[in-house]
Nanobody, 123 residues
Framework: QVQLVESGGGLVHAGGSLRLSCTVSGFSLDYYAIGWFRQAPGKEREGVSCISSFTGINYYGGSVKGRFTISRDNFKNTVYLQINSLKPEDTAVYYC????????????????WGQGTQVTVSS
């Protein structure tokens, strides 16, 4: 059974940091890219970052580049998203999702999703 479970969200002040985790089961990170997306109330789902299978190449959305870092630990079946210098506009529900092999910028290309974790940044 394929599962993705996000954790690590919370309430932080602007300028703070969080580390989100996406722990997966039922498949191997060797073969699937993991993308992070976020969705704020009333807004479109936005691609934040992605790490591809095999090569581990990272991709970042323009609004988070330089502040967010994606990494993975295949032994722990977990992908991490370190988010620094948080801004109020980063407030959203953050989701992780899987895609066969390589990353894609369109959320519709991702087949399985977690339930999300809320990140709230106060000013």
């Amino acid at each position: 059974q394929v599962q993705l479970v996000e954790s690590g969200g919370g309430l932080v002040h602007a300028g703070g940091s969080l580390r989100l985790s996406c722990t997966v089961s039922g498949f191997s990170l060797d073969y699937y890219a993991i993308g992070w997306f976020r969705q704020a109330p009333g807004k479109e789902r936005e691609g934040v970052s992605c790490i591809s299978s095999f090569t581990g190449i990272n991709y970042y959305g323009g609004s988070v580049k330089g502040r967010f870092t994606i990494s993975r630990d295949n032994f722990k079946n977990t992908v991490y998203l370190q988010i620094n210098s948080l801004k109020p506009e980063d407030t959203a529900v953050y989701y992780c999702a899987r895609k066969w092999r390589g990353c894609a910028s369109t959320w519709a290309d991702y087949a399985s999703w977690g339930q999300g974790t809320q990140v709230t940044v106060s000013s």
